[in-house]
């Protein structure tokens, strides 16, 4: 249950870090507090999965933490692009050659 919530709060960061990116393309302005709240997430969501994979076992709590931000890293550009791709977004966020 730790690692399921270590992988969450890791998805969760790099997420917020997508939002965050001035490339996205949102046609909406984003408000302060969502910006702000972004942010929050980005620094804190890393932090609280550290505090929460040290629990039990500090040595590999470490190595968790490593290998689930790994994996949410990867598995959360995936999702991202996949998302792109149905929107039709895929080619507007990279500039013409």
């Given amino acids: ?16 870090h997508a939002f965050l990116q001035p490339r996205r393309g949102s046609p909406f302005p984003r408000s302060a507090r969502t910006v702000l709240a972004s942010k929050l997430l980005r620094a804190l969501g890393p932090c609280c999965a550290l505090v929460l994979c040290l629990i039990h076992n500090p040595a590999l709590g470490v190595l968790y933490w490593l290998g689930l931000g790994g994996v949410a890293g990867v598995s959360t550009s995936l999702v991202i692009a996949v998302l792109k791709q149905k929107q039709g977004l895929a080619g507007i966020s990279k500039p013409p050659l």
Avoid at 1 to 13: D, K, V, Y
């Fill in 1 to 16: 249950m730790i690692m399921l919530c270590g992988l969450a709060l890791w998805a969760a960061a790099f997420w917020s």
